[in-house]
């Protein structure tokens, strides 16, 4: 995939993320799109190193989409909690 189809899938990937996990977060829309495109990449390579399988096989495949938007999740909790210390 090229560096369009990750920006693309990391900007769906994090608005999936932001729908399955909701609340308020301090981030806008620009913050969403970061952890969705950097939860893309980390979704991959926890794919890799986890199951050992190529989960970035193709913009349309099923197992890259469920790699990106979890690798998503991660970031987006750990964003969360990170935030959250810093406004108590």
Known sequence: MG?????LLGLLAGIIAKALMPGRDPGGCILTILIGIAGALLGGWLG??????????GFFELSTWIAAIVGSLILLAIYRLVAGRRRS
């Open 3 to 7: 560096i369009i189809g990750w920006i």
């Open 48 to 57: 890799k190193v986890i199951f050992g399988v190529d989960s970035v096989d």
